[in-house]
C-alpha cells in the first residue's frame, strides 16, 4: 500500500515523495526501537510492522504538513510582494475585455480616473473619458484588438478640473490561462507634461507675436526718422542750395555785406540743420548712454523733454555711477523714453514722477502721472491696448523683468517694471 503512487504525479514528485518516505522510515524504525526495547511491551511481530507503518505515515503526514506550512508563507509573501508591486504602482494598471469593460485595475487607475475601485468593474472604460478623446480611444482599442503591436494614446480625463487632467495609455493584447483575450493597459498622468506644452506653445506664440511687432516697430522707427529728416533738414538744405546758386550767378559787383549776409544765412542753416540731427539721434539712442552711463542719460532726456513739452517731471534715482548690461541700460532707456512720449501724447498730465531705485537683486522703475488716464478694463475687454503699451511690456520682458501698469478714468497711470538679478558690471 505504501508503495503505490498517484498516476498523476510527475517523476519530480516521484523521486520527492520516495525520499521523503525513506526518510519517514528512518526516523520510525528509531522511534520504534525505543517503543519496542520497553519490556512491558508485548512483543508481536505482526503488530510491529503495524506500528511501524502507522509511525511512518504520521511522521510523513507531519513533515508534508511543515511543506505545506512553508508553501503557505512563502504564497502569503507573493502575494504581498504582488499587492506592493500591483496595487501600490505609481503607473495605473487595468486590464478589459474584448468589450472594453473592466475587469480589474489597481488603487492608482482609480485614482487617476476620479472612481472608487470596486465601481470601476464592469463598467467601459470610455464611460471615464472626455468626450473629445471618445472616439480616438475606440479606434485605438480596435487597432488592438486587430493585432497591433503595443502602443500609446493620449486621453483627457472626463473629470471637470482646471486645467484639464490627461492620461497617456499604454496597451498590449494579452490571453488569459482560459484562452479569452483581454488588453492590458498602463495608466500614466501626463497633465503636467501638457500643461507645459500649452505654455511652450503660448510662449512660442508670444514669441511670434513679439517678432512682427518688433518689425512693425522698426518700420514705424524707419518711417518717424525718414519724416523727421525729412521735415527737419530738407528745407534748410534746400535754401542752403539756394543761397549758394545765388553767391555763384551774382554780379561781380555784389557787395560784400550781401555776399556776407547769405553766408551767415547759410552758417544758421548748418547750425539748425547739425542740432535738428543731434536731436533725432538723442531720439533714437541716447549717446550719453555709451559713455556716462543710465543715470546720465535719463536726466539728459528729462531735461530735454521737459524743455520740449513744458511738463514737469520729478526724477529719483538711486543708480548713482552704477553700470549695468549694456542691453538692460540701453531697454530701460527706451522704457523711459515710450513712456513719456505716451504721457505728452495721451495722458495730458500736469505732473509726471520718475522713480529708479536698484540694488545687488533687482531694479526697480515707476512711472506715474495725474493725466486722464484709461479704463483697464474697458481696454482689455475691446483689445485696444497701445501699441506704446505692448512695446514696453515687451521691452521688459527682453531685460528678463515683468511689467505692469494701472490706470483709471481721470485718476492717473502707474507704470511699475521689475528687473530681478541684474548684472551690476560697475
Given at each position: 500500500?505504501?508503495?503505490?503512487?498517484?498516476?498523476?504525479?510527475t517523476?519530480g514528485?516521484l523521486?520527492?515523495?520516495?525520499?521523503?518516505?525513506e526518510?519517514a522510515?528512518?526516523?520510525?524504525r528509531?522511534?520504534?526501537?525505543?517503543?519496542?526495547?520497553?519490556?512491558?511491551?508485548?512483543?508481536?511481530?505482526?503488530?510491529?510492522?503495524?506500528?511501524?507503518?502507522?509511525?511512518?505515515?504520521?511522521?510523513?503526514?507531519?513533515?508534508?504538513?511543515?511543506?505545506?506550512?512553508?508553501?503557505?508563507?512563502?504564497l502569503?509573501?507573493?502575494?504581498?510582494?504582488?499587492?506592493?508591486?500591483?496595487?501600490?504602482?505609481?503607473?495605473?494598471?487595468?486590464?478589459?475585455?474584448?468589450?472594453?469593460?473592466?475587469?480589474?485595475?489597481?488603487?492608482?487607475?482609480?485614482?487617476?480616473?476620479?472612481?472608487?475601485?470596486?465601481?470601476?468593474?464592469?463598467?467601459?472604460?470610455?464611460?471615464?473619458?472626455?468626450?473629445?478623446?471618445?472616439n480616438?480611444?475606440?479606434?485605438?482599442l480596435?487597432?488592438?484588438?486587430?493585432?497591433?503591436?503595443?502602443?500609446?494614446?493620449?486621453?483627457?480625463?472626463?473629470?471637470?478640473r482646471?486645467?484639464?487632467?490627461?492620461?497617456?495609455?499604454?496597451?498590449?493584447?494579452?490571453?488569459?490561462?482560459?484562452?479569452?483575450?483581454?488588453?492590458?493597459?498602463?495608466?500614466?498622468?501626463?497633465?503636467?507634461?501638457?500643461?507645459?506644452?500649452?505654455?511652450?506653445?503660448?510662449?512660442?506664440?508670444?514669441?511670434?507675436?513679439?517678432?512682427?511687432?518688433?518689425?512693425?516697430?522698426?518700420e514705424?522707427?524707419?518711417?518717424?526718422?525718414?519724416?523727421?529728416?525729412?521735415?527737419?533738414?530738407?528745407?534748410?538744405?534746400?535754401?542752403?542750395q539756394?543761397?549758394?546758386?545765388?553767391m555763384?550767378?551774382?554780379?561781380?559787383?555784389?557787395?560784400a555785406?550781401?555776399?556776407?549776409?547769405?553766408?551767415?544765412?547759410?552758417?544758421?542753416?548748418?547750425?539748425?540743420?547739425?542740432?535738428?540731427?543731434?536731436e533725432?539721434c538723442t531720439?533714437?539712442?541716447?549717446?550719453?548712454?555709451?559713455?556716462?552711463?543710465?543715470?546720465?542719460?535719463?536726466?539728459?532726456?528729462?531735461?530735454?523733454?521737459?524743455?520740449r513739452?513744458?511738463?514737469?517731471?520729478?526724477?529719483?534715482s538711486?543708480?548713482?555711477?552704477?553700470?549695468?548690461?549694456?542691453?538692460?541700460?540701453s531697454l530701460?532707456?527706451?522704457?523711459i523714453?515710450?513712456?513719456?512720449?505716451?504721457?505728452?501724447?495721451?495722458?495730458?498730465?500736469r505732473?509726471?514722477?520718475v522713480?529708479?531705485?536698484?540694488?545687488?537683486h533687482?531694479?526697480?522703475?515707476?512711472?506715474?502721472?495725474?493725466?486722464?488716464?484709461?479704463?483697464?478694463?474697458?481696454?482689455?475687454?475691446?483689445?485696444?491696448?497701445?501699441?506704446?503699451?505692448?512695446?514696453?511690456?515687451?521691452?521688459?520682458?527682453?531685460?528678463?523683468g515683468?511689467?505692469?501698469?494701472?490706470?483709471?478714468?481721470?485718476?492717473?497711470t502707474k507704470?511699475?517694471?521689475?528687473?530681478?538679478?541684474p548684472?551690476?558690471?560697475?
Amino acid at each position: 500500500m505504501s508503495n503505490l503512487q498517484p498516476e498523476y504525479l510527475t517523476v519530480g514528485e516521484l523521486f520527492a515523495r520516495k525520499a521523503l518516505r525513506e526518510k519517514a522510515e528512518e526516523i520510525a524504525r528509531g522511534k520504534s526501537a525505543e517503543l519496542f526495547n520497553d519490556p512491558d511491551t508485548p512483543s508481536i511481530e505482526s503488530m510491529q510492522r503495524v506500528l511501524q507503518e502507522l509511525c511512518v505515515y504520521q511522521i510523513e503526514l507531519e513533515m508534508q504538513n511543515e511543506q505545506l506550512r512553508q508553501t503557505q508563507i512563502e504564497l502569503e509573501n507573493a502575494r504581498q510582494r504582488y499587492f506592493d508591486l500591483y496595487d501600490l504602482a505609481p503607473a495605473g494598471y487595468c486590464t478589459l475585455s474584448e468589450k472594453g469593460q473592466i475587469l480589474q485595475c489597481n488603487l492608482k487607475a482609480s485614482t487617476l480616473l476620479g472612481q472608487v475601485r470596486n465601481k470601476l468593474v464592469n463598467y467601459p472604460l470610455h464611460n471615464y473619458f472626455a468626450l473629445t478623446s471618445v472616439n480616438y480611444y475606440f479606434d485605438w482599442l480596435t487597432k488592438l484588438l486587430a493585432g497591433d503591436e503595443l502602443s500609446t494614446l493620449e486621453v483627457a480625463i472626463a473629470e471637470l478640473r482646471d486645467p484639464q487632467c490627461w492620461l497617456q495609455l499604454t496597451g498590449a493584447l494579452a490571453e488569459e490561462g482560459d484562452g479569452k483575450r483581454v488588453v492590458r493597459i498602463i495608466f500614466n498622468d501626463i497633465t503636467e507634461r501638457k500643461k507645459m506644452d500649452a505654455e511652450r506653445m503660448h510662449f512660442l506664440n508670444t514669441l511670434d507675436e513679439a517678432a512682427r511687432q518688433l518689425v512693425g516697430k522698426q518700420e514705424s522707427i524707419r518711417r518717424e526718422l525718414a519724416t523727421q529728416l525729412h521735415e527737419r533738414t530738407s528745407p534748410n538744405l534746400a535754401a542752403m542750395q539756394i543761397n549758394l546758386n545765388m553767391m555763384e550767378i551774382s554780379d561781380p559787383q555784389t557787395s560784400a555785406a550781401e555776399l556776407q549776409n547769405r553766408l551767415d544765412d547759410i552758417r544758421a542753416l548748418l547750425e539748425d540743420t547739425n542740432s535738428s540731427i543731434r536731436e533725432i539721434c538723442t531720439d533714437m539712442r541716447s549717446p550719453l548712454l555709451d559713455y556716462a552711463g543710465l543715470s546720465a542719460a535719463i536726466e539728459g532726456y528729462v531735461r530735454q523733454f521737459m524743455q520740449r513739452t513744458k511738463t514737469p517731471v520729478q526724477l529719483m534715482s538711486t543708480l548713482g555711477e552704477a553700470r549695468f548690461e549694456a542691453n538692460v541700460e540701453s531697454l530701460i532707456f527706451r522704457i523711459i523714453q515710450e513712456a513719456l512720449t505716451n504721457c505728452a501724447k495721451h495722458a495730458q498730465a500736469r505732473l509726471i514722477s520718475v522713480t529708479l531705485r536698484h540694488d545687488a537683486h533687482f531694479i526697480t522703475l515707476n512711472i506715474a502721472d495725474n493725466g486722464v488716464g484709461f479704463d483697464m478694463k474697458q481696454i482689455k475687454k475691446m483689445g485696444t491696448i497701445g501699441l506704446g503699451l505692448i512695446n514696453m511690456q515687451e521691452m521688459a520682458q527682453v531685460a528678463g523683468g515683468e511689467f505692469s501698469i494701472e490706470s483709471a478714468l481721470n485718476q492717473g497711470t502707474k507704470i511699475r517694471v521689475f528687473i530681478s538679478s541684474p548684472r551690476i558690471l560697475l
